[in-house]
Nanobody
């Protein structure tokens, strides 16, 4: 069974940085390499929204609100995807979820809380 575990969420002041990690278990490294990995977030009272995605081929996409502040990366040997977040703003406060997609299957982590104080 594929499982995703996020970590790295914290309370940080505006302008600060955080690096989120998401480690995948229950699958081989060869399968992980094929996953499209992504980060979503959900703020209180708002819908879940995409933050960044990274394909197995190396393509990366970011939401407009990222504005060059975040970087998604992956370490296939560790079966881990990262989200480096810089210049954080209070509006970045949300629960951040990791997602792995292969074909029509999606696997979600439990989320990690990011709180940015002003």
């Amino acid at each position: 069974q594929v499982q995703l575990v996020e970590s790295g969420g914290d309370l940080v002041q505006a302008g600060g940085s955080l690096r989120l990690s998401c480690t995948v278990s229950g699958t081989s490294g060869n399968i992980f390499r094929v996953f499209t990995m992504g980060w979503y977030r959900q703020a209180p009272g708002k819908q879940r929204e995409s933050v960044a995605t990274g394909t197995s081929g190396g393509s990366k996409n970011y939401a407009d609100f990222v504005e060059g502040r975040f970087t998604i990366s992956r370490d296939n040997a560790k079966k881990t995807v990262y989200l480096q977040m810089n210049s954080l703003k209070p509006e970045d406060t949300a629960v951040y979820y990791c997602v792995a997609q292969i074909g029509s299957k999606f696997y979600w982590g439990q989320g990690t809380q990011v709180t940015v104080s002003s």
